[in-house]
């Protein structure tokens, strides 16, 4: 079977730049970056620390590299202790850096549902100081938004400003993962620089739902980000001429933000779709942004395997999640029209796979 059309879902980590990205990195204007003189990156981190609300920021190759960073720097005393999500990005995803590289302990709090994790429970994991004999020391708080695992849901400036209060109670600070801010700034109608005003950094990556080739910048005081420049270059993150990648993430900010509302759109009928396809389940209600997660009903005669083989074959590329679950993401190269056709192939596949299995 030669399959003419791919409908790349895994991520929108895939997408390709285009041509005015393209055109805007060959004729970049560059300089050697770790001298701190590329104008193109400077330009790029002037407009993000403006977009953030931050007095300053700095390009790094990657979201992980960047929440790295960012934790090491609050967390600057091995040994120092983190409170995250047991879901969070950076504690699932980010291969225990903050832990292997910085010394620093993890402390989950369950995330619910929609990403949040309860207030009461963040304020009972931090540690008493007073019996810093046997405890790790709490510094640091982070948040995701929009949360990954739960699917893409946005935090609310209420619940994030919440947290930022309790934060400061405790002398502590607060990062934000913010590797999907745009598309909760848009999701929720409210400005970047509003939703991370309660953060002492947030980190923003520019190659997911903006669709830039590649880096993260992150954000937040002038101390903080010059101390971020000479972590980036102990972590072998500093580059020469980093224009030329970060004229592609300009265009990205200048053009693709005003697409975010759109692949919402499209989620949402990707995943209202799915949830009419019989022996597929679908929380429709969950999907707020550009992810969109479906399972295999249980008792079904298919399994995740012969979903996603059978899908495969037909161009159609999705992520599994583990048993009977999957994960599609929209982004900007996807069309209303690969909406449409996926939904074709993802029912013809089930039809196909529970009468060859006999089953329902």
């Known amino acids: 079977m030669v399959v003419k059309r791919i409908v790349d879902l895994r991520s929108d980590t895939v997408t390709k730049p285009t041509e005015s990205m393209r055109a805007a990195m060959a004729s970049a204007e560059v300089d050697d970056d770790v001298l ?4 193109t990156a400077a330009r790029l ?29 609050h967390c600057d005393i091995r040994g ?8 969070s990005h950076i504690h699932i995803y980010e291969n225990g850096g903050i832990s292997t590289i910085g010394g620093v302990h993890p402390r989950t709090v369950k995330n619910k549902e929609d990403g949040t994790m309860d207030i009461d429970l963040i304020e009972q994991a931090i540690r008493d100081p007073s019996f810093a004999i046997c405890y790790p020391t709490t510094r640091l708080i982070c948040l995701e938004n929009t949360h ?13 400003d919440k947290v930022g209060e309790l934060a400061k109670k405790y002398g502590l600070k607060l990062h934000i993962d913010g590797a999907r801010i745009f598309n909760a700034s848009v999701a929720l109608g409210v400005p970047v620089h509003r939703l991370v005003q309660a953060a002492d950094s947030v980190t923003a990556c520019l190659s997911k739902g903006l669709g830039a080739p590649a880096g993260t910048v992150i954000a937040g005081s002038k101390s903080f980000i010059s101390r971020a420049k000479i972590l980036r270059k102990t972590l072998g993150g500093a580059m020469r001429q980093v224009g030329i990648i970060c004229a592609a993430a300009l265009v990205a900010l200048e053009e693709n933000v ?16 799915l949830n009419k396809i019989k022996g597929l389940i679908v929380d429709v209600a969950s999907v707020e942004t550009n992810i ?8 079904s005669s298919i399994t995740e395997v012969e979903l996603f083989k059978s899908l495969e074959a037909h161009g159609i590329l ?34 196909g796979l ?3 299995n006999g089953g329902n």
Request: aromatic share 8%; glycine share 8%.
């Open 292 to 299: 969109v997660y479906f399972d295999i009903q249980e008792g």
């Open 45 to 73: 981190e002037r407009e993000m620390a403006k977009i953030m609300g931050k007095e300053a920021a700095l390009f790094v190759p990657s979201g992980t590299m960047a929440n790295l960073i960012s934790v090491l720097i």
């Open 318 to 351: 999705v992520m599994p999640e583990g048993p009977f679950k999957f994960r599609v993401v929209i982004h900007h190269q996807i069309s209303e029209s690969d909406v449409q056709y996926t939904l074709s192939c993802i029912q013809k596949a089930v039809t």
């Open 148 to 160: 990954a695992h739960s699917g893409g849901r946005c935090l609310s400036i209420e619940y994030t």
């Open 36 to 39: 701190g003189y590329d104008p």
């Open 354 to 356: 529970s009468a060859q």
């Open 80 to 87: 120092s202790e983190v409170i995250l999500g047991d879901y």
């Open 258 to 273: 005003g697409k975010l509302e759109s692949d919402h759109k499209k989620a949402k009928i990707l995943a209202e779709g």
